[in-house]
């Protein structure tokens, strides 16, 4: 079938992107869905650090590359093999498919899934395949999904079934901005009621780190970020406190509004500055938690001494160590219940026409969560 997708066809083009183009929206050719594979028309796509990271090219993907990775949508059909999903069911993607049998899959750690690592590195899909053309040209898919566009191919694996009765714009975000913030501070580092957390980067994914600290009982919750408008936002979301990270005493200031430093600190700027400021807010004893993307020859330097003596914890976050198909479904209910109020989190609704725009506006931080509907 054809349909309309947003296509990458070279990395590293110059802002603004508005004027640069990179994202060309062309017809492309979509298979039918093979063994273990689903067709869905997408309903609304969320604009993530993420996918800037392929269009700057920080982050290499073999090219051309049809991208987007956070999405919800509609089942139209399901390949042979798939007997638990049928159409009209509504699905979450998830960019991190797994095979259920590798070793980190066995041990309940689906988010590090080797094939599914291999698969997303190749744009292919989990079952190797590759679903897009243009012609004889192949396009490559990201993450398994390539949800920027109107209808998607992708890997059972990569989705989660859903109720129907959450708004897919809103479900939409469950699937990166929630999992990995969420996940972040729920599963890597389990914050405990009565715990203090500061939040350093506050992009959808380290605001919905703040509501998923709010939700776990944490005493404190600082926010860190160079906006004010973000700022504003996370204390309006509840945070007990929220510091401009270009203060010349932004650590002191936090660490005077968490006790002498957090029991956690999580780090969602993407940058080796912040991740070693957020070591320098962690109290003695504490954690510090990345899950920002730097680019791949950033290097943390960490006093050894203090990492020792202070028996301090330096972790890594991916996907927030979900697993989805309990993750996504838990992370909802806690939405309905008013717990994880993750709709403030949209920035507002764009189609896909523009969207080089959209990725400008998040990257000159204007924006927490834009995201493209194809519903209207």
Do not use: W
Not at 276 to 299: C, F, I, Q, S, W
């Amino acid at each position: 079938m054809k349909i309309k997708a947003a296509v990458l066809r070279s990395m590293g083009a110059q802002m603004p992107y508005a004027q640069s183009q990179p994202l060309h929206i062309e017809e492309v050719e979509l298979d039918r869905p093979g063994r273990d594979e689903v067709l869905v028309k997408i309903a609304a796509a969320g604009l993530c650090h993420s996918d800037l990271s392929v269009i700057n090219g920080s982050r290499p993907r073999p090219m051309p590359m049809a991208i987007g990775h956070e999405a919800a949508g509609v089942v139209v059909e399901a390949g042979d093999g798939v007997d638990d999903l049928k159409p009209g069911d509504h699905v979450v993607m998830v960019f991190m498919p797994s095979c259920g049998h590798c070793q980190p899959c066995s041990q309940g750690r689906p988010a590090l899934c080797e094939p599914g690592a291999v698969a997303n590195g190749k744009g292919e899909l989990l079952t190797g395949a590759i679903r897009l053309h243009e012609g004889e040209e192949t396009i490559h898919h990201h993450l398994g999904c390539s949800a920027f566009a109107d209808h998607a191919v992708v890997s059972r694996r990569s989705l989660v079934r859903i109720d129907k009765d959450i708004p897919l714009d809103v479900a939409a975000l469950f699937g990166c901005a929630v999992l990995t913030g969420v996940g972040a501070v729920v599963n890597t580092a389990r914050v405990q009621a009565g715990e203090t957390v500061a939040v350093v980067g506050l992009g959808g994914v380290g605001l919905a780190a703040v509501l998923g600290a709010l939700a776990a009982g944490a005493a404190r919750v600082v926010a860190v970020d160079l906006s004010p408008e973000k700022l504003q936002l996370a204390k309006d979301l509840g945070a007990t406190g929220v510091v401009d990270a270009r203060a010349p005493d932004a650590i002191e200031q936090v660490r005077a509004l968490t006790g002498d430093g957090a029991d956690f600190v999580f780090e969602f700027a993407g940058s080796a500055r912040a991740l070693e400021n957020a070591y320098k807010m962690t109290k003695r004893g504490g954690t510090t938690v990345t899950a920002g993307l730097p680019p791949p020859d950033a290097v943390l330097p960490v006093n050894i001494v203090s990492l020792v003596a202070e028996e301090r914890t330096v972790k890594g976050s991916y996907i927030g160590t979900c697993v989805p198909v309990r993750d996504v479904p838990r992370y909802i209910e806690l939405y309905k219940a008013g717990r994880l109020p993750v709709d403030r989190l949209m920035s507002g609704r764009i189609p896909l026409e523009d969207i080089n725009e959209g990725f400008d506006r998040l990257h000159d931080g204007s924006v927490v969560r834009l995201v493209v509907d194809f519903q209207s």
